[in-house]
């Protein structure tokens, strides 16, 4: 009976050593993803502020050419200033 109980708390202990094994192995894994996601992150926050700069930069310089505001004011040029300004703006609140 003693020898019986034994060998059913071995294989017990067998299997959780497995089981305990083999999770340390999957947060491992997904630690390593995780890592590497906050990479990607990060160089899409750098991407994306670089992105508004030079937007920002296209912008002044459109309005430095458009000083009397006949591009601003016309209706497909217009569209395009308006619409980079617009996504200028939206990136600007998603960077800050």
Do not use: H, P, Q
Request: hydrophobic fraction near 45%.
């Amino acid at each position: 009976m003693v020898y019986a109980l034994l060998v059913v708390l071995v294989i017990l202990l067998i299997c959780s050593i497995y089981a305990n094994f083999n999770m340390m192995r999957k947060i491992e894994d997904a630690s390593d993803k995780f890592n590497i996601s906050e990479r990607s992150r990060e160089e899409l926050e750098l991407w994306i502020t670089s992105l508004s700069t030079s937007l920002s930069s296209i912008i002044s310089r459109v309005k430095e050419v458009d000083r009397k505001g006949s591009f601003e004011s016309d209706d497909e040029i217009g569209f395009f200033f308006k619409e980079i300004k617009k996504l200028s703006e939206e990136l600007n609140e998603f960077v800050e």
